[in-house]
């Protein structure tokens, strides 16, 4: 990869197989006059990689976060569908129970409505068997029963 003149390059290609620099920090060390000059870049490579490194975790742990309340927040929509499935059937259970109610007020109120009538037919019925009976006491010659019993 890098000459073997430089002695620095085994260095150099051990930070690079594992991920501590890039290629233009990489060309700064191989690069570098002095030992101080070296040491300086060796460490703001490290440094950069390190926060480089925490920032990447930081990013993995918010996606974990975010994950896990996506996670609830589906639990809790599921929840809250299967209530709303549930409160959907009661709902059409009451409804049901109330249409059974009213057909039964209607046909009680239908059948008062002609028991009504048939007890209106049978009074009159009855008014007038009476009245028959009135006048055939008046006209059967018998004095003794002339008088109308009213009923």
Same mark, same amino acid.
């Given at each position: 990869?890098?000459? +073997? ?12 197989? !594992? !991920?501590? %620099?890039?290629?233009? $920090?990489?060309?700064?060390? $191989? %690069?570098?006059? %002095? @030992? ?7 460490? @703001? ?11 990447? =975790? &930081?990013? /993995? =742990? &918010? ?18 569908? &299967? &209530?709303?499935?549930? *409160?959907?059937?009661?709902? /059409?259970?009451?409804?049901? #129970?109330? *249409?059974?109610? #009213? +057909?039964? +007020? ?16 049978? $009074?009159?019925? *009855? ?9 055939? =006491?008046?006209?059967? !010659? ?10």
């Amino acid at each position: 990869m890098f000459p +073997r003149a430089c002695p620095k390059t085994p260095v150099i290609e051990e930070f690079i197989k !594992g !991920g501590l %620099t890039d290629a233009d $920090m990489a060309i700064n060390i $191989m %690069t570098a006059k %002095t @030992t101080a000059e070296l040491k300086n870049y060796v460490n @703001t490579a490290l440094a950069a990689k390190k926060a480089e490194n925490n920032m990447i =975790q &930081q990013l /993995q =742990q &918010q996606l974990e976060q975010a994950n896990g309340q996506l996670k609830q927040l589906q639990q809790q929509t599921e929840q809250l569908s &299967q &209530q709303n499935n549930q *409160l959907q059937q009661k709902l /059409q259970t009451n409804n049901d #129970e109330k *249409l059974q109610i #009213e +057909r039964e +007020r209607l046909k009680l109120e239908k059948q008062a409505n002609m028991d009504k009538a048939d007890y209106n037919d049978k $009074m009159l019925e *009855l008014k007038n068997k009476q009245l028959e009976v009135e006048i055939h =006491q008046q006209w059967d !010659g018998n004095p003794y029963n002339d008088k109308i019993k009213d009923v």
